[in-house]
């Protein structure tokens, strides 16, 4: 199984931001057989992403997008458009989606199904509050979760992001051994082996061995530390000398 590394640039970096960036990226970055690599930009900037990332290994991915090809969605992105773009993956159910733009299990349920027709591969994220978490409800909540989501889908079509709320963007982070403990979890609910199951929240230079290390772990999706192309160099670097 490839490793999915997964650059979520959330509404960070504006066009020329991408040129300069993609400048030192696409030059240093060395495709790795072991590793899948998907940047994700704004949905603005997709077009210009696709024409710098032309002709490189690396994979142009979606933050998100509607269910419906067509008609009246005022401000939303057709997953026709997102094939059109190169689009081979896109993030459904970010948490920050979830919390900020009340999205349901029910809507992420749809768009799962509409990317599976297009044939673009979704990652689906699922992740505990720190209130569920202190409640040791972590685990029945993501199983609920991955229940929902996936309901009348082929889990194979999917891979799965386990994101702890309380970990996105915080420095903090669930012990190696616990996000194991979690993924193993959601490999014995999803009951497949084609998913892959990465783990983000707080993913850096430094403690990206500790946990790529772990059995269950098959990649990472990472924000903030994404969006320094030497840091995120770094971590890729990490990954591809794992041997699993
Ligand atoms: P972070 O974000 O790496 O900045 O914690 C992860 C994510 O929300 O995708």
Request: glycine share 6%; hydrophobic share 35%.
């Amino acid at each position: 199984m490839k490793y999915l590394i997964w650059a979520n640039f959330k509404m960070y970096k504006n066009q020329s931001e991408l040129k300069t960036y993609f400048d030192t990226f696409v030059q240093n970055y060395h495709c790795f057989t072991n590793i899948d690599l998907t940047i994700a930009p704004m949905t603005v900037c997709l077009s210009t992403a696709s024409e710098l990332t032309k002709n490189s290994c690396i994979h142009l991915g979606a933050q998100n997008m509607y269910y419906e090809d067509q008609w009246a969605y005022t401000g939303e992105t057709s997953p026709v458009t997102l094939k059109e773009l190169g689009c081979e993956y896109v993030i459904i159910g970010h948490s920050e989606r979830r919390k900020l733009f009340a999205e349901e299990d029910s809507t992420i349920n749809k768009k799962l199904q509409s990317a599976i027709k297009h044939g673009i591969r979704p990652i689906l994220c699922v992740g505990e509050s720190s209130e569920e978490k202190d409640l040791w409800l972590s685990k029945e909540n993501i199983t609920i979760q991955l229940r929902k989501a996936l309901k009348g889908i082929d889990s194979n079509l999917v891979d799965i992001a386990y994101e702890p709320i309380w970990a996105i963007g915080t420095g903090q982070t669930p012990t190696p051994e616990e996000i194991n403990e979690m993924h193993h979890h959601i490999r014995q609910t999803i009951n497949n082996n084609e998913s892959r199951i990465i783990y983000g929240g707080s993913v850096n230079d430094t403690n990206a061995e500790s946990i790529i290390t772990q059995a269950e772990v098959n990649g990472f999706l990472i924000g903030g530390a994404s969006l320094d192309a030497q840091k995120f160099l770094t971590i890729i670097n990490i990954v591809a000398n794992q041997q699993k």
